[in-house]
């Protein structure tokens, strides 16, 4: 009998998953695991809000796995040793995953395939997270692209693949399972959040996109820069944890845009979102260096205020600024923000507060819901102009404008700041005209 271990990290679902479905085609029986790595857990940029949001999740997958004929295993420790562990009692010869592009994940799966292989054991790894990995969109020269629009467009060029079925499991008599742990708390992980999650899982995720595709994506290039407005998928949580899989979700809005042929630019738009998910994937994988400085490394020296008492009040929604406390107020009681207002306030906390853009991206780390490397710290470059972003540093949101402009009616601010109106609102922290003229000088220096 050939059995197989799947072993889950971001791609929590049964369906459209590529090595759980490569694994199945290939075995007599998979046995799926999921490692609680202790590593991540105990990372400083770790949150409580994603990992409250991945529990439910993972409550979700056990369900669907048992009622799918499985039984999934659970694990908490050194990766690697737990790995041995497995592979040992459950005389597994093959170990399939789907690939991860954070430096450190490559890592950890590059030391347990030599790992597995030293057992004897075959692994199998597969693209499935992105629809076209890092080393798929290259120039003509080979080298990796460093500006999204010319990246894009040889991202739309390249084919794509196709959508996989719902997989299901065999469990036969003489298998030998692993021992499991349950599926942990939040508190016995050693976290706690009082936020409100939206609904987990694969089943929600798809009711999610499914709303999403008949309805917000038809008008989703005209709404989705208004906060005050459900313009857009809000499936960020999902695509993080791979309850849904980027290749289920361009096919639904690609359905939608070739059934309302009328909302095809609309759609269009959509599509580059993901295709601005999967540029900073590659950024991350061919610039690594991302992580922990700046991707244009002449700004590594700016001279940033790093005012501590300044950074606290933009971490508590009190600066005095409503589009800016209404986004912060936003992120810490829901674990999410609208993407026009994540760009204000991260543009507000380094060109008005001189403060850090790491200091920021740690922050957003710890409470967003869809907490993700390479999408935080690319919108965090960009936001910050020591990132990717073609246009020079120059770039300072006005958010006293951008207000005006995308919450005309000031329906969010109202929503997360309402006292904005009253005398009971601090008074602005800083004085932006002031603060653009030293922010430009900040970055002339360099
Ligand atoms: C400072 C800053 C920090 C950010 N941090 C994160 C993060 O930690 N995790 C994260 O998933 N996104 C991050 N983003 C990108 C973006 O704000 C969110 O993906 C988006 O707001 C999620 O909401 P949605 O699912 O409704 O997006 P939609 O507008 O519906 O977009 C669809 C999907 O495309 C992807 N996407 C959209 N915009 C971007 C973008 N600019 N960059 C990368 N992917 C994008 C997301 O997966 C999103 O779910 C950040 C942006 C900025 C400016």
Not at 54 to 82: D, P, Q
Not at 235 to 263: D, I, K, W
Not at 428 to 442: E, G, S, T, Y
Request: glycine fraction near 6%.
């Amino acid at each position: 009998m050939k059995i197989a271990l799947h072993w889950f990290r971001c791609d929590l679902r049964l369906s459209d998953n590529t090595a759980l479905q490569a694994s199945q085609a290939a075995s007599d029986a998979v046995i799926p695991v999921f490692i609680f790595d202790p590593v991540i857990l105990k990372a400083p940029d770790c949150g409580a809000p994603i990992v409250a949001f991945m529990l439910k999740c993972l409550e979700s997958l056990e369900k669907n796995i048992e009622a799918a004929g499985g039984r999934l295993i659970f694990r908490h420790g050194e990766v690697e040793t737990e790995m041995r562990e497995l592979l040992r009692v459950t005389g597994a010869k093959a170990l399939y995953f789907n690939r991860d592009y954070e430096p450190y994940a490559r890592k950890r799966d590059g030391a347990v395939e030599k790992l597995a292989q030293s057992m004897g054991v075959e692994v199998h790894h597969f693209k499935d997270s992105v629809i076209h990995e890092p080393d798929e969109v290259l120039k003509g020269d080979g080298n990796p692209y460093g500006v999204f629009t010319p990246y894009s467009r040889v991202w739309r060029s390249k084919p794509q693949p196709n959508v996989l079925p719902v997989a299901k499991f065999r469990r036969p008599a003489e298998l030998k399972e692993p021992e499991s742990l349950p599926l942990p708390s939040l508190k016995e992980l050693g976290f706690s959040t009082d936020i409100a999650l939206p609904p987990a899982g694969e089943k929600a995720g798809r009711e999610r996109l499914k709303e999403f595709a008949a309805n917000a994506v038809l008008q989703y290039a005209d709404q989705r820069n208004f906060p005050g407005i459900e313009g857009s998928s809000r499936l960020s949580p999902h695509l993080r944890l791979g309850t849904l899989s980027p290749r289920t979700v361009m096919a639904a809005v690609e359905r939608a845009g070739e059934e309302h042929p009328t909302s095809k630019k609309q759609t269009d738009i959509y599509v580059n979102e993901l295709i601005w998910r999967e540029f900073y994937r590659q950024i991350l994988w061919h610039f690594p260096h991302v992580a922990e400085s700046c991707f244009k490394p002449q700004y590594n020296d700016l001279q940033w205020e790093n005012d501590e008492r300044l950074f606290a009040a933009w971490c508590e929604g009190r600066t005095g600024f409503p589009i800016v406390d209404a986004g912060m107020r936003q992120l810490n009681t829901t674990g999410w923000m609208h993407n026009r207002v994540r760009m204000i306030v991260a543009t507000f906390l380094t060109k008005d507060l001189l403060i850090s853009w790491q200091w920021g991206e740690r922050y957003f780390m710890q409470k967003l819901i869809d907490a993700d490397l390479a999408s935080n710290n690319g919108g965090w470059q960009w936001s910050a102009s020591t990132g990717t972003d073609a246009q020079p540093y120059f770039r300072i949101f006005n958010p006293i404008s951008q207000a005006e402009k995308f919450d005309p009616e000031g329906r969010y601010i109202r929503h997360y700041v309402p006292e904005a109106d009253t005398l009971a609102y601090p008074a602005p922290i800083v004085d932006h005209a002031q603060q653009r003229i030293k922010a430009l000088a900040l970055f002339k220096q360099t």
